[in-house]
């Protein structure tokens, strides 16, 4: 039975979750007497252990380097020996020595030992030299949660020997392993040379974890962190040492892990790399022990430790109740790799500062200094790169689109000019990458998508103050198979919902103002009947509060990754003349409502106005005319005061019903206009529908609508809800245009 567990205080698990595992292993080559090759070095089985590699050893200090790229400061010390040399299989290439935590700001290398037995690690080489005493003095009484070597290790003493036989030594003196006589698994050992030459003996546990359930537990979402360790002034880095073999084993479980070694049979007494369930196993056991320090000022991913202050001089302080805890729980923490009191640094393959997150430099330069592809492999290789910073990339697919053709089966690789120009672009664009923020809470989040004709594109962006927006996150993708068909706004649906889907952990926790040329959230959620995809698209929608920001008048959209490199000022309007653009709605705004009636008796005269706003709140208003006229010439002043009071309140769009057919036709150029009393009254009704953006007349019998019967004594018969007050003003009031003498 194989069991799970959890961490507890002084590195002791316990509170198995039992999974199945088979007893027999699966017949494979580690059953037979076969000459096993990998990694260039040759193993045999028991049944004919005539072979051993021999190897030539060369000395080397044990004391790691830092990388060239890492500018120590002028004042740093050489770096010493280590308190003992330890043979190598070969001295690594300078360029790939193992390095110290890669951080931008300069670092600076102290000494928290003696001459003789020197204990280094680093800090930021700006720091005053108060500052610097007072690190100093923090890692010094702390000193005892970083480990230099595996004998500084908790009840660990292993000895660092490259050979295989002698690297298994090293494992039984560290107690990592332990040997096995009856064993009902067994693994094949893995040589693997790490990046400075040295030889790391892994275990290939593919059989194993076959048989093993997957544990689920959810490992953080990369960009929530990265994005959670921006805008702090000091930020620690730190790197666990050999953080999986600080979990032990159940001791029921540790023969499961045997391997097949030259000196025997041996299991792992703590948690080895290479099992399925390792990373979620740290994980949990991390966040356990950080729990209540997590998102606040620790960030932690796998073995990957930040220790963050939104004002520097609290730095110490977080530190000090960081270092408590690893004390606590007797975790170690690899000195060479860490780097403290800094103001920016790489987290998660990102270079993360108090302004925003940026790319790392390294990942700019491997690009820029790629040769043109020659081959389907070198054009995957540079896709492979481009797709790893596709967040900084506004528009990647439509950039990428001329590789499309090179990458079909069966198409012979053609580089031409396009696909050139491409190239270029994109190492052009790279000169200088955008810097994206992070999102602040409480305020709402900007999503502008864009389709083309084979691409989608979209861009998160937030308003910060004065009205400036920051982008957040870019994303594209390019049209496959029957998408390339959909129609103009089922591609701008298509859009939205890819948003949705790779931005989920943003739109779940903020409301979202969606910019595009259409309302895609109102096409799928006013079809009569759906079905398929929008069956599906509606379903999804209903998670997220999402509110379309209708645009006047609107053409065309600038495409999302111009609207990002160029963000929208707060006097921005739309170009209601694009050229060439496809044309989606030409009017997007929610216009407001008039019915109007003007009524003659034998002693009075009246208008009656119903204003309804775009949210359907009603406005009745009912007005006694000062002198006696004909019924036509009162209709003719209802409507005019009517326009007046919407043009006062600032409304733009407008839809007229009234029930006097004459005037609706006259007004909409149907009927002449013959009676000389009414001329004035048209003319000056005609300026006033001017000032609109949109004014559409319609007539309506009195017979088939209640509201406009109910015009006629508006005071007394408006149909209106029982649970609304009525605030119908009764004045004297009298139009007489301008034009009239």
Known sequence: MAQIHAIEPMGMVHGPEQAQVHKSPPGNSINRGVLFICGGWKFLTPE????????????????????RRYKLSSKTPTLRTSRASLPQIERAPQSLEDGGQSTVD?????????IEEPYPTFISA?????????????????????????????????????????????????????????????????????????????????????????????????????????????????DGSSGYNQIRMALSDEEITAFRTPKGIYCYKVMPFGLKNAGATYQRAMQKV???????????????????????QDHLKDLKVVFDRLRKYQLRMNPLKCAFGVTSGKFLGFIVRHRGIEIDQSKIDAIQKMPRPKSLHDLRSLQGRLAY???????????CQPFQKLMRKGEKFLWDEACQNAFDSIKKYLLNPPVLGAPVPSEPLILYIAAQERSLGALLAQEREKGKERALYYLSRTLVGAEVNYSPIEKMCLALFFAIDKLRHYMQAFTVHLVAKA????????????????????????????????????KGQALADVLADHPIPSDWK????????????????????????????????????????????MF??????????????????????????????????????????????????????????????????????????????EHVPRTENKRADALANLATALMMPDNVALNIPLCQQWIMPPLLP
């Open 48 to 67: 004919d252990p005539s072979f051993l590699p021999s190897l030539q050893l060369q000395e080397h200090p044990q004391r790691l380097k830092l990388l």
């Open 106 to 114: 300069e670092l600076k290398e102290i000494n928290l030992g003696t």
């Open 126 to 238: 700006s720091l005053s030299s108060e500052e610097e005493g007072k690190y100093r003095s923090l890692l010094t009484e702390y000193k005892n949660i970083f480990a230099w070597s595996y004998k500084e290790m908790p009840e660990l003493d292993p000895k660092l020997i490259p050979q295989i036989e002698v690297e298994v030594n090293k494992l039984i003196e560290a107690g990592f392993i332990r040997e096995v006589k009856y064993p009902t698994w067994i693994a094949n050992i893995v040589p693997v040379r790490k990046k400075n030459g040295q030889l790391r003996v892994c275990v290939d546990f593919r059989d194993l974890n076959n048989a093993c359930p997957k544990d689920d537990f959810p490992l953080p979402t990369t960009e929530i962190m990265v994005d959670a360790t921006t805008g702090h002034e000091a930020l620690s880095f730190m």
């Open 290 to 312: 950080f729990d209540d320090m997590l998102h606040k000022y620790v960030e932690c991913y796998a073995d990957d430790l930040v220790v963050k202050s939104k004002r520097r």
């Open 389 to 399: 910073i596709q967040r900084f990339i506004s528009n990647l697919a439509g950039r």
């Open 519 to 554: 309302d895609p959230i109102k096409y799928v959620l006013s079809r009569p009947i759906i079905s398929g995809r929008l069956a599906k698209w509606t379903i999804i929608l209903q998670q997220y509060d999402i509110v379309y920001i209708s645009q006047k008048a609107i």
């Open 574 to 617: 739309l170009c209601e003349d694009l050229p060439d653009d496809e044309v989606f709605f030409t009017e997007m705004v929610e216009p407001w409502t008039m019915y109007f009636d003007g009524a003659v008796r034998r002693s009075c005269a009246g208008a009656d106005i119903v204003l309804i706003s775009p949210e359907k709140h």
């Open 620 to 697: 009745p208003y009912s007005f006694a005319l000062a002198e006696l006229c004909s019924n036509n010439v009162a209709e003719y002043q209802a409507l005019i005061i009517g326009l007046q009071m919407a043009l006062e309140i600032g409304v733009s769009f407008i839809e007229i019903y009234g029930d006097s057919k004459l005037i609706i036709n006259q007004l909409s150029l149907q009927y002449d206009v013959k009676h000389e009393d009414l001329k004035q009254y048209f003319t000056y009704a005609r300026q006033l529908m001017e000032r609109f953006d949109s004014v559409m007349l």
